[in-house]
């Protein structure tokens, strides 16, 4: 056995400071800002999402894809559009060490596309619909529901221009809510042609050009580049103003205008609760024709305020990344906002507790129990343990701590015996069983037998 170092004995401290060591502080490393981590306490309700987004996209016939958190920067500028913000201001791009110039994905959009041509999925029998969930980056100005590592569920229809593919994936997000229990409203709008979108963001220029000296710098420059985000804006004066706007219904084209009324329709058929907003745009260029957000319905002006989850159609974005026209329709869902709201509002925030502790004795007794606690976990039944721990006391502690209905426990007598002692926590009573039916046992206790 090695030998085992003396435990220094405390020494009086000198008087003399001078000759004592200095010792080194060093500072803590905490998380970059607008990073988070979702600790043990929270993943019940991310699993709360994660399972119903998976069960949700399962059963409107969608297939999961992955694809890389990390792509070539060009995909994102020429799908998302170089004068949004996320492209100018929030996106982690660097160069590898090889030269490239990559960039973390701040939306899978882009990336479900470029997969779609470069897999030749055109080929398939169409739509495609795919699925994806994970985390995006974006550098954005942190704040509450604001993250720089935000997490997405997204559904994409590919290869459908029907407006039944639109109202379909509406459902899909409010449905996706309502199964959380979270009420919501979607604001909807239409953006038309990309010509008809031009011809309206000239007369947006032209309105507030003639009011330029209002508006904040900021607002000045979005009016240069991108007019149709000044009506994003939140300044009050922008606000008033925009009562006054050109709309973009009153610019769609004939086509826009028949889409946007059929996916209307077929929302009032399906009831979901929509409130048409002429100004909402989205912050994505490649979006035509119908896009949408989902809001909470909530007296927190905070919650009611960011959107839970948007989407829009994409009709132009395949030619956008060199494949061949294909219309397309999808949503993305916060989930991070989902989660936020879920704990405010105190849902599924308990942990699924295991109802079963198994406790050990000796060393006998502790090889016992891990062949008992891996029994159970192939049984489907989770456990918790304290394998490390010696004594019995503690381990009692323990179980009763995570309130546990059940200990099961093994001690030197109970290895020679063959048995197992199952000790009801609550009632303190205990009972002596076969060690070969455990696992039966307990599930007759549970009441799963
Ligand atoms: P998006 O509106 O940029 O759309 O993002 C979708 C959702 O992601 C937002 O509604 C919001 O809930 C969440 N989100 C965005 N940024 C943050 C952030 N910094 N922190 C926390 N949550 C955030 C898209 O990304 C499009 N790709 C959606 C889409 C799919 N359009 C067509 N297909």
Redesign the pocket.
Known sequence: MPKMKKTPTKEKPKENKKTEPTKKTVSPINLLRGMRDILPVDQPVWDRIRDGARQLASSYGFERIDTPIMEETGLFIRGIGKQTD?VEKEMYSFETPGGEKVTLR????ASVMRAYIQHGMLNLPQPVKLWYLGP?F?H?RPQH????Q???F???ILGDANPVADAQLVHLGYQQLKDLGIESTVQINSIGTPEARKNYRDALQAFFRSRRSKLSDEDKKRLQKNPLRILDSKDPVVVEMKAEAPQIIDWLDEESKAHFMKVLEMLDEMNVPYQLNPYLV???DY?TKTVW??YANSADQDLAQ???????R?DGLAELLGGRATPA??????M??MANLLKEQGSGSATEAAEIFVAQLGDQGRKKALAIFEELRKAGIPAFEAFSKDSIKAQMEMANKKEVKFAIIIGQKEVLDGTAVIRDMESGTQEIVDALKIVQEIKKKLGRA
Do not use: F, K, W
């Open positions: 996320i701040p939306e899978g959009t995006m974006r954005d529901g604001r993250y720089r935000l997490h997405q997204g559904c994409e989205r912050g994505l979006y957000e989902y960011s959107a839970l989850g948007g989407g829009g994409y329709v999808g949503l993305a869902m916060g991070d906002r």
